[in-house]
């Protein structure tokens, strides 16, 4: 099939964030008596607060979940200052090409909406996109399908019509359980999972580039 749609993950893939929410995360757990450390919450990162919560902080209430995961999300967009964020490189030129050749462009990310639109605000980048999707009231987080195939609805493109660009693995894995095509960008462009991942689904393509920049024709990865 033709691609319509183009899939966006946010968090270290339109901006590295990666930083702030680990500075966020820490500042909050601290408050709890956890020292997060970095390896931690890089293990997880791309994943949703109440699976993070639940599985590594033995948190499993519900109102404390959402109490927990709100200060993070509190404290993360505090540290969103003025020209604290910029787009990762190529990633404007990705955007501006795919809007050019008239592709539905559609934000699926795990944080809460307003995480997303101070990031997107934060970076200008917000008249590209037909819509933004959240993650946070959803069944599933990442691995599972749910967010991508939220987006492909949204966009009114088949699974087999979008592209996800993501810089997590729960995140290739994701669109890979959507039945979609994907590109893998960033620190996980080296990781040996990923390769595995990439043997276990033949018959999905997944573009892997350490840069949106390494790629001089973003129309290239859409045949």
């Known amino acids: 099939m033709t ?13 590295d ?3 702030l929410h680990y500075q966020a995360w820490r500042m909050t757990m601290q408050r709890y008596g956890v020292d997060l450390t970095y390896e931690s919450f890089i293990k997880d990162y791309g994943r949703n607060n109440a699976e993070i919560l639940a599985e590594h902080f033995g948190i499993h209430a519900v109102a404390t979940i ?3 995961a709100d200060e993070k999300e509190s404290a993360f967009r505090s540290l969103i200052t003025p020209g604290v964020l910029q787009p990762l490189p190529g990633a404007l030129a990705w955007l501006h090409c795919f809007r050019s050749l008239g592709m539905i462009q559609v934000i699926g990310s795990s944080g809460p909406m307003a995480n997303i639109a101070a990031v997107v605000h934060a970076l200008g980048v917000g008249d590209f996109f037909f819509g933004l999707v959240s993650g946070v009231h959803l069944p599933e987080g990442k691995p599972e399908p749910t967010i991508f195939l939220r987006c492909a609805a949204l966009a009114g493109a088949a699974p087999d019509e979008c592209l996800v660009i993501e810089d997590s693995l729960h995140g290739i894995e994701a669109a890979m359980r959507a039945g979609m095509t994907s590109v893998a960008v960033g620190r996980i462009a080296a990781q040996p999972a990923l390769q595995e991942l990439i043997q276990k689904n033949p018959g999905l393509r997944c573009i892997v580039t350490p840069s949106l920049a390494s790629i001089d024709d973003p129309k290239s990865v859409l045949t």
């Open 3 to 15: 691609i319509r749609a183009i899939l966006w993950d946010l968090d270290g893939t339109l901006a």
């Open 17 to 19: 964030t990666t930083a």
């Open 66 to 68: 959402q109490q927990v």
